[in-house]
């Protein structure tokens, strides 16, 4: 660490990792740098239709964070450049950026649109995968951040033959500046992450996919941009050689995946099997007679929520999924289409014709990206990922230099969230002495107080692409708001979410001197704080704002009824604006946030929580039910990488142990909570004795624990063990397994089947390093692992492909035809029939081992506590599944672990760091603000009979118990959380709820 501590932080990126990074470090006090290299932050995620199994239109979700980012007074974009070089050391690094040209002045750029209006060059859109044309002076997207347009110099006329220069001409903020020249920038950062991204593997040169002679042979981000109502289609699915209406579509699985032979990239890419089967789902959506089919090597639908998703598509859909490996596509000679030759699973030749065909393409590393690693000293794995280890998995083997999302190794949207926040932790852990120096400070506006005034309202109505449009006549329902009273201004626009038109809005309202805002969009759900930070900037109190959702509510649910989901939007806004008229501002209370924190559960990610907070500088107090730390990692053996996990866990555990702002509970357990963010009070009881512990944030790390199975004759037979049980035996060198000749392990024992539908994601890595470690010990033996689907995502494939060369026979078995074991003279037989020899397999095994599934401990007690959520298998739900992974609904209680869900001991940690990040930012602040709209009682009107406080799930009404109102029930509005539970209960009518008001809704009813 350099004796100069610098606190701020580069990161090289723009996808949602960095930008999730971003806002964690910006939000804990230290300032960032983000250094992309396209003109705009957004990254893949930006091109995408929707997001599953949220089913969230993918923009939409992350507008609001691409627009925060745009908008964070510590947040500094450097777009259209790339790391060159970093020079120095931990806590003061510099940091050498190339930026380009572009020769557009960002200070003065308006985001108009006047100059691509006029530009005559049309090239090759990148955004939408080269199937439109955009102007060679562009955005790359209408909600891009920042809205700043760029001029694509090997395509501009002006500048490579001196002609046109129409973009000049018509430029009403004179922006323009032919003479920018290419820069080197110099930053000085305490730490850097690297958050690059990955690059589509690019299936060009691939004779047998036909991809480069057919125009109806497209990639996976090809399709997206055909499905995506922003797209080149609008959202309607064609045949691109003829723009006929498909009636068939198929999906290769793998291509550029676990591939040795034509590529290099032996790797799985983790999200290629959930993004087919999103794709299928959404297609039949758009024709229910469409006929789909997957064609596939494993399903992994690893991730939570996707195996529902993967039964949802078959059973509900009728998505086709085919087990093969495609070996031919050529264009039909008897008409349009593709033909597709495959072996089918009864070792039958089949040929199939089908309008398009999707090819699945993985994720890898650019040769580029690589080098400038190598360069940066950087170390990486042998597919191009930067390597780390399992107890640091965003650290690289630079010091001070962290990683997070794709370029670490292939994952989804949820796993590269939750590294952004666990890269951010670390990155600002050693800069702690630095906090806050080099951050400003918002210089509040000052809010106009209209209390009193006449409403004028403005109605602002947005198209979403063709997401609203594309269904409700949106200048309809404009045009219809302008005649509804006190309105005062009406307009529509494109994306009411981008960045520019929160500027316009801001703009017009303090024109027009309107003081109450209707927007008809999309979801409240995760729009509202954008719009209401919006009315901030304008001067005017948050709260007099209503959102309407035209588009989950309208477009999406009534597609096939254009005029009457314009009706009933026209009706929706009708009814806001009688509501909104009424409005009032509302107030907030403001208080202190307790700056200790309550982590709930002692293992591996209880552990790893405790230590990233401590090292933040706060206090923790780790609460653990058994005698020890350390959780379930207390029996297991080695990671995939091969090492010990007996010794990285002795490590966190003395680290915790001499750490003199940890204070650790064991044999301890939460008998009540009470309070709220910011200021919660645990009642905890330790070996009969209890005490109160005062804390401001709490995080939830409770685990999970490994299934006893009731099959294959567990429990009865010495010779079947669990998984977990093996790894036991191999740390004691255990005569069971070192005499065993012949090992069976059956995968899937709990796992994806009724009652347990959800994969358990761990269960075939730690197979494969169980198998090996038999094979290295025993080069002889016999291993025979029964499964369904070998699920070894990312990076784990090698485990695989090293399992097989060392001679592990690999048998698969079906749901409706699982092995038989019985046991005879002594030996254990297991009857298997093998799909590939359409015969049954019996083996006599000396060990059976069971990879048994990872059960959730349903701890109902404690949801009920801090009020969050278990899901229907009993894990805790989070606040968003992809953007909020770590957080709960309820603020200030956080995730991490296997209380979430089935995980490996790297991802655990990460999250684990990534919720105590998220804890940070709410801690740094200091001060929290309640909500304005909570409840209230006319206590006039009580009659003291109090329901209210029998049916809030927050416990915010209390009765009085003394004075001249007692027996009168009263609000803590710190507690309430304007659910409304309490209003609608009350017999007297005594209760209501602010920005709910009885007349405001009465008026809704009336408008209706």
């Given at each position: ?325 495609v070996h031919t596509v050529y264009g039909n000679p008897d008409g349009p289409g593709q033909v597709l030759e495959y072996i089918d699973e009864n070792n039958q030749r089949v040929t199939e014709v089908y309008d398009i065909v999707v090819l699945s393409v993985g994720m890898e590393i650019n040769d580029e990206v690589r080098a400038n690693a190598a360069k940066m000293g950087i170390e990486l794995t042998e597919g191009g990922f930067v390597k780390t280890s399992t107890f640091k998995p965003v650290s690289t083997s630079r010091d001070g230099v962290y990683v997070c999302g794709a370029f670490q190794g292939p994952k989804d949207i949820p796993q590269s969230v939750v590294e952004a926040g666990a890269a951010a932790l670390n990155a600002g852990a050693g800069l702690v002495a630095a906090r806050n120096t080099l951050t400003r400070t ?567």
């Open positions: 660490m350099s004796e100069k501590t610098i606190g701020s932080v580069l990161i090289a990126g723009g996808g949602i990792a960095a930008i999730q990074a971003a806002l964690d470090l910006a939000d804990s006090g230290y300032y960032v740098y983000m250094v992309e290299k396209s003109p705009s932050i957004g990254g893949v995620m930006a091109q995408l239709d929707k997001t599953f199994p949220t089913n969230d239109c993918s923009m939409c979700i992350m507008s609001p964070k691409l627009v925060e980012v745009g908008r964070h007074i510590n947040i500094e974009l450097v777009t259209l450049a790339e790391i060159r070089d970093i020079k120095g050391q931990a806590g003061n690094f510099e940091v050498e950026v190339f930026q380009k040209a572009r020769y557009v002045d960002m200070d003065k750029c308006i985001g108009c649109g006047a100059c691509m209006e006029k530009c005559p060059k049309k090239v090759d859109d990148e955004y939408n995968m080269g199937l439109a044309k955009r102007k060679a002076i562009y955005v790359p997207y209408p909600q891009a951040v920042p809205l700043k347009y760029a001029i694509d110099a090997p395509n501009c006329i002006k500048i490579t033959k001196d002609k046109c220069g129409n973009c000049e001409k018509v430029c009403p903020a004179d922006a323009i500046n032919y003479k920018d020249t290419d820069k080197t920038i110099s930053l000085n950062v305490g730490s850097v992450i690297l958050s690059t991204g990955f690059s589509a593997y690019n299936p060009s040169g691939k004779d047998f996919l036909n991809y480069d002679r057919s125009k109806d042979v497209v990639t996976s981000l090809e399709f997206e941009r055909l499905l995506s109502a922003s797209g080149p289609f609008q959202g309607h699915v064609v045949r691109l050689s003829d723009k006929e209406h498909p009636h068939k579509i198929a999906w290769l699985q793998c291509v550029g995946s676990r591939d040795v032979n034509t590529c290099k990239n032996g790797h799985c890419s983790s999200v290629c099997c959930m993004y087919a089967i999103k794709q299928a789902i959404i297609a039949k959506e758009h024709d229910p007679e469409l006929e789909t089919k997957i064609f596939y090597m494993d399903m992994r639908t690893h991730g939570k929520g996707f195996e529902d998703c993967y039964n949802q598509a078959k059973e509900t859909y009728g998505v086709k999924f085919q087990r093969c490996r918002v210089e509040k506006v000052k809010e106009d107080d209209v209390r009193g005034e006449r409403p004028r309202i403005g109605v602002f109505v947005c198209h979403c692409g063709t997401n609203i449009a594309g269904v409700i006549d949106v200048e309809a329902v404009r045009d219809y708001a302008s005649d509804l009273p006190y309105v005062e201004y009406v307009n529509n626009n494109m994306y009411a979410c981008s960045q520019d038109t929160q500027d316009g809005m801001v703009k017009v309202i303090k024109e027009k001197g309107l003081n109450r805002i209707v927007v008809a969009a999309c979801s409240p759900r995760t729009h509202d704080p954008l719009f209401q930070e919006t009315l901030i900037n304008a001067g005017l109190n948050k709260y007099l704002f209503e959102m309407v959702n035209i588009r989950n509510h309208g477009s999406w649910v009534h597609k096939d009824q254009p005029a009457e989901a314009t009706l009933k939007a026209k009706e929706q806004v009708r009814m806001a604006v009688a509501k909104v008229a009424l409005f009032e501002p509302l107030s907030e209370a403001t208080l202190e946030i307790d700056q200790n924190v309550l982590v709930i559960g002692g293992g591996i990610s209880g552990m790893a929580a405790a230590k990233a907070l401590s090292t933040q500088g706060y206090h923790v107090t780790l609460v653990e039910r058994d005698k020890v730390l350390g959780g379930q990692a207390r029996n297991l053996y080695v990671t995939g990488k091969g090492e010990s996990i007996e010794e990285g866990l002795a490590d966190m555990v003395n680290s915790v142990a001499v750490d003199d702002k940890i204070d650790v509970l064991l044999e301890s357990s939460l008998k009540n909570v009470e309070g709220f963010v910011g200021n919660f009070v645990s009642t905890i009881e330790t070996k009969g004795s209890e005490q109160e512990i005062r804390h401001g944030v709490a995080i939830i790390a409770t685990g999970a624990e490994e299934y006893k199975p009731v099959e294959y004759l567990y429990g009865s037979s010495d010779k079947v063990v669990t998984g977990q049980e093996l790894d036991g035996l191999m740390k004691g060198h255990d005569a069971k397994v070192e005499n065993a000749e012949t090992a069976v392990f059956i995968q899937c024992v709990g796992s994806r089947e009724p009652g347990r539908t959800y994969c358990s994601r761990i269960c075939c890595t730690h197979t494969m390093v169980s198998a090996l470690h038999l094979k290295e010990k025993k080069p002889d033996m016999d291993v025979f692992v029964l499964y369904r689907d070998i699920r070894t995502y990312g990076e784990k494939e090698a485990l695989y492909k090293k399992a097989r060369e060392k001679g592990v026979i690999f048998v698969r078995y079906s749901l409706d035809a699982k092995p038989l074991v019985k046991e005879a003279e002594g030996k254990l037989l297991v009857t298997v029939n093998d799909p590939i020899i359409q015969r049954p397999l019996e083996l006599a095994a000396d060990l059976l081992v069971l990879a048994s599934a990872v059960k959730p401990y349903k701890d109902e007690r404690l949801a009920q506590f801090f009020k969050v959520p278990l899901n229907d298998d009993g894990f805790f739900v989070e606040a968003h599944v992809k953007l909020a992974p770590s957080d709960f609904a309820t603020d200030g209680v956080f995730l991490a672990g296997l209380a979430h869900y089935p995980k490996p001991i790297d991802e655990s940690i990460a999250q684990a760091q990534a919720a105590a990040a998220r804890a940070t930012g709410l801690l740094a602040r200091k001060t929290i603000n309640t909500s304005g709209q909570v409840a209230y009682v006319n206590q006039e009107l009580c009659s003291g009979c109090s329901v209210c406080v029998a049916v809030c799930p927050y416990n915010s009404p209390g009765m009085i118990l003394d004075g001249p109102r007692a027996g009168k029930a009263e609000i803590n509005p710190v507690l309430c959380k304007g659910c409304g539970a309490c209003v609608s209960s009350c017999r007297s009518g005594a209760l209501n709820l602010k920005g709910f008001e009885e007349g405001q809704i009465l008026a809704m009813i009336d408008a209706a």
